[in-house]
Nanobody, 127 residues
Framework: QVQLVEFGGGLVQPGGSLRLSCATS????????MAWYRQAPGKERELVAS???????YYADSVKGRFTTSRDNARHTVFLQMNSLKPEDTAVYYC?????????????????????WGQGTLVTVSS
């Protein structure tokens, strides 16, 4: 079916940059919203940024001006450019896709999934 895989996490010094990518697999027709969430140790998962099919974006106040999200609708891929990273940005970052229309191999027509999550990628900001 539909799967998401994140790339690009790692260790970076404060003030540095990282670029996360989220690739999809499956016969996808459309995805309405693609988003990035993060979960720091001992904290709840929180929405970091999202982008819809019309390229309208949302950012959490904590990352505004530092993070930029974008998507490639043709390849159903989403990116998160993270600049001026701070230790408090340390977390597992999850890709999320909402309202997915896809086709099943060997079957006619389309199916819909409400949302799919990636497995997460760890971002550590430390000197």
């Amino acid at each position: 079916q539909v799967q998401l895989v994140e790339f690009g996490g790692g260790l970076v010094q404060p003030g540095g940059s990282l670029r996360l990518s989220c690739a999809t697999s499956g016969s996808i027709f459309s995805i309405t919203v693609m988003a990035w969430y993060r979960q720091a140790p001992g904290k709840e998962r929180e929405l970091v940024a999202s982008v819809d099919r019309g390229d309208s974006t949302y950012y959490a106040d904590s990352v505004k001006g530092r993070f930029t999200t974008s998507r490639d609708n043709a390849r159903h891929t989403v990116f998160l450019q993270m600049n001026s990273l701070k230790p408090e940005d340390t977390a597992v970052y999850y890709c999320n896709a909402q309202d997915i229309i896809y086709s099943n191999p060997g079957r006619s027509g389309y199916s819909q999934i409400a949302q799919v999550w990636g497995q997460g990628t760890l971002v550590t900001v430390s000197s």
